[in-house]
């Protein structure tokens, strides 16, 4: 089934370690997007690629860093990690800009 | 400063009709989406409205007023399974979007 997939499902981390969130899709999408999503808060853009090759800061950038070699793979990659990075994190993929973005199943990260 | 505005939570009962608003300003206007997110799960596409008026897709709705800045998801013959949250967002001038914080809707029988 095409779709997006996001690796690992949940993770605890300890504070000052470093985590890199996989994400995967197979339908050829051009842009792909990374968010957090925590309670009372509407999802936050952290990185985003429009095409493989580039990449572009969003809304919460600090902390995270991304990469785009290929079309398929978005990793997300946390340096150092942080008690305020504890959230749930989406990967998301559009075919064109303006289109609609199909979302992965989330990855629970939890910060100690 | 960019602003997405919907209510926190509404309740309604099997059966009957839901308007969930949304109210924006934001920097440029590509697009306002609706999304719907059951807990625990990732948030899925439900529709997308880009000129004035109502979009109508099966049971779900969605009307946008650019003028007045707002729009709304209406749905109809509710079911438990509507028991969800409704993310409104909005695609400013950079093609980002912009995400309201989630209105979760509860479902009585």
């Known amino acids: 089934i095409a779709g997006i997939t996001q690796a690992p499902t949940s993770q605890i981390l300890a504070a000052g370690r470093r985590m890199t969130l996989r994400c995967t899709q197979d339908m050829r999408h051009n842009a792909m997007y990374w968010y957090r999503q925590d309670l009372g808060l509407g999802l936050r853009l952290i990185h985003y690629s429009n095409t493989a090759g580039t990449t572009g800061k969003g809304e919460v950038p600090d902390g995270y860093s991304v990469s785009r070699a290929n079309t398929d793979d978005f990793p997300l990659t946390l340096a150092s990690a942080v008690p305020s990075q504890t959230s749930v994190y989406f990967c998301?993929?559009?075919?064109?800009?303006?289109?609609?973005?199909?979302f992965g199943p989330g990855t629970r990260l939890t910060v100690t | 400063g960019q602003n997405i505005d919907q209510p926190t939570e509404m309740t309604a009962t099997e059966g009957a009709i839901v308007q969930i608003n949304c109210t924006y300003q934001t920097s440029g206007f590509n697009g306002l989406f609706w999304y719907q997110q059951h807990a625990g799960e990732a948030p899925t596409f439900l529709s997308y409205n880009v000129l004035d008026g109502l979009e109508e897709k099966g049971r779900f709705s969605s009307f946008l007023s650019r003028s007045k800045g707002y729009s709304y998801l209406l749905l109809k013959e509710l079911q438990m399974k509507d028991s969800a949250s409704y993310l409104c967002?909005?695609?400013?001038?950079?093609?980002?979007?912009?995400w309201g914080a989630g209105t979760k809707l509860i479902i009585k029988p």
């Open positions: 998301a993929s559009s075919d064109s800009l303006a289109g609609e973005q199909y």
């Open positions: 967002a909005v695609m400013d001038s950079n093609y980002q979007l912009i």
